[in-house]
Structures are given as C-alpha cells and as structure tokens.
C-alpha cells in the first residue's frame, strides 16, 4: 500500500439542484479526491484555505487516513464557488467562481511528503501543478485532471504537465476540447501522444472510458433512483481510482480496471446526497455493495 500526495482546491461550496440547496458547504476538488481515496490508502493534502475555514470545517478530514500538514491556512477568505444544475443534471451554471486565497497560493510540500509515490493533480492552475510535480522526488505513478478554463487559458502550461504524466482524468468534453477532435476514441489517441500513456474519461451518468494497450475498458454509471447532487462526482470517482491504483501491489490491466470500478463505486454514493454527505456516510462495506451491483450490472455470458 502506498500513500498518495493530492494538491488542489479546498473550498466552500453553494449549489442548487432541481431537489434542494446546499449553502457555503465544505467541497472542493482536492477535499473530494482526499475523502474518496482515503477509503483505500494514505493521502497526504496540498493546498490553501483562509481564516474563516474554522475547527468545524476541517472535521471532514478528521478520523480519515487524511493528512494536512500540507494545507495551509492564510488570511484572507477561503476558495468560493457556486454552481446550479438543470432538470436532468447533466449541464451545470457556475454563478461564480472567488479564487480568494488560490490567488496568491504557492504549494509547498512539507518534506516528508516529497517521497510520495502516488500523485494526483486536481484541476487548478497547471503551473501549480508542475510546482508540485517538480517538489515529489522520482514519483511511481503521476495523474492529473484539468478543465476547459485552462485548455483555454493557459495550453502552453497545460502541455508541460501533459508531458510529465501517466494518467489523465477528465470528462468528454474537455478530452474533446483537449484533443480539437469531436470522436472521443480519436481523442483520447491524441491526447496520448501529448504525454499521458493512459486516458481516464469520465462521462457523467454515463460512466468512464479507458484506454487499455489492447483497446479499451468502458464501465456505465450505476443506474440510481435518487440522485440529489452530482458536485465532485469527477474528484470522488478520481480518489477511487487511485486509491484503489496505490492499495495495490502493481498498476496491472486488471487492477487499473477494478481501479475504474472503485472510482464509479465512491461517485455513484457521492450523488445520492448534496456535497460531501454521502461520500462522508461511506463505509467499506457500502462501496463493497457497490462494487458487486456493478459485477451485476454489467455481466453476461457469450453463448
Ligand atoms: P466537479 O463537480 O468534479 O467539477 O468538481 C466540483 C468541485 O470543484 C467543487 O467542489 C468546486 O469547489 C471545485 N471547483 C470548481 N471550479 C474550480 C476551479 N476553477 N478551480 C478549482 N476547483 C474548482
């Protein structure tokens, strides 16, 4: 088993779906990928928050395989961000976006987690993210996420940290955006040949497509009756995925498929409740039952 070091946004959330509200809730792409991978394996946490993320806020991490030596805390205010989603919760408004103490953010990694052998880059500005690459002494194994604001903003420095990966997680859209090719496999072909040997695509309730040396792996999203907020579904199936990858002896074809399962297990719980609640209700025993409704969901025999 080994430990993995995550830099990324810690935030206070507001979101509004067709079935409720949730106001200035902890989330954030790192507190999701932190509590999502902490269910399998060590996770050490880089990133900022400001005075007003008190005691109360930081008990998300506590009685977690969840260290955060590596977060700091600054004045000023804590990373904002309001997002509202449509009848079917498939298209997301952000209201907005306050990068507050993210503005002026320089991760420094406390020296015992420079020998992590596992890292994951959640969706911030890719200059930190090869900030931080460059602060892990010979990684293992190296995943990153991104989002349109930066394949827009800053392709150049987005292309740096491409070339330093192993692993790319991020949804349909950006892979098409990423990659200027409409056909998701074509995509995904291309953006390899930026860096990345594999391709993590999220598809929202449609589930995940890899790449695989021999093709592909496709799972879907687990069909459920209630789905109250998918906010960090994308985070949470990227904290089951690697920490799944990290509990595990060696990174084969096997354990990277059982990898994306472990992923789709951890959002599948994450959405049935608003923000962080369902991934924090989550035990061993409900991601187990996932991951065996999934075996049914899926198998069948060839006659
Ligand atoms: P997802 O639903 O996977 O897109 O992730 C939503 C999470 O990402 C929320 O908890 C937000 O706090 C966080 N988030 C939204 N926009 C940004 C951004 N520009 N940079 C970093 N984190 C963000």
Redesign the pocket.
């Known amino acids: 088993m080994h430990p993995i070091v995550t830099v990324?946004?810690v935030?206070?959330?507001s979101v509004k779906t067709p079935f409720g509200e949730a106001s200035r809730v902890v989330?954030?792409?790192a507190?999701?990928f932190a509590v999502a991978a902490s269910f399998f394996t060590d996770v050490r946490l880089v990133g900022v928050v400001g005075e007003d993320f008190a005691e109360e806020h930081a008990r998300v991490f506590a009685g977690r395989r969840i260290d955060t030596a590596g977060l700091q805390r600054v004045p000023g205010e804590t990373?904002?961000?309001k997002?509202e989603y449509g009848f079917d919760l498939n298209t997301?408004e952000?209201i907005y976006?306050r990068?507050n103490v993210?503005e002026r953010f320089r991760p420094v990694l406390p020296d015992e987690y420079r020998s992590t052998p596992f890292v994951f880059l959640?969706?911030?500005h890719p200059a930190l993210q090869t900030e931080v690459l460059t602060q892990v002494e010979r990684p293992r194994f190296v995943a990153a996420d991104t989002?349109d604001?930066w394949i827009e903003g800053t392709p150049e420095e987005l292309r740096a940290v491409l070339r330093r990966i192993d692993a790319l997680v991020i949804?349909d859209e950006e892979a098409r955006q990423l990659a200027g090719e409409s056909n998701v496999v074509k995509a995904a072909r291309a953006i390899q040949k930026l860096g990345p040997r594999l391709l993590v695509i999220k598809r929202g309730e449609h589930g995940v497509l890899m790449t695989r040396d021999d093709g592909f792996f496709a799972a879907p999203g687990m069909p459920l009756d209630t789905v109250m907020d998918?906010?960090?579904?994308?985070?949470?199936f990227a904290g089951g995925f690697m920490g799944y990858l990290a509990s595990a002896p060696e990174t084969t074809d096997e354990v990277l498929t059982r990898a994306a399962i472990a992923g789709s297990a951890l959002a599948s719980l994450a959405v049935e409740d608003f923000g962080l609640d369902g991934l924090l209700r989550a035990s061993s025993k409900t991601i187990n039952q996932r991951f065996q409704a999934f075996k049914r969901l899926t198998h069948f025999e060839v006659l």
């Open positions: 990324g946004s935030a206070f959330d989330g954030g792409a507190t999701y990373f904002r961000w997002g997301r952000t976006t990068l993210f959640a969706n911030i989002m604001y949804n998918p906010t960090g579904a994308g985070d949470t």
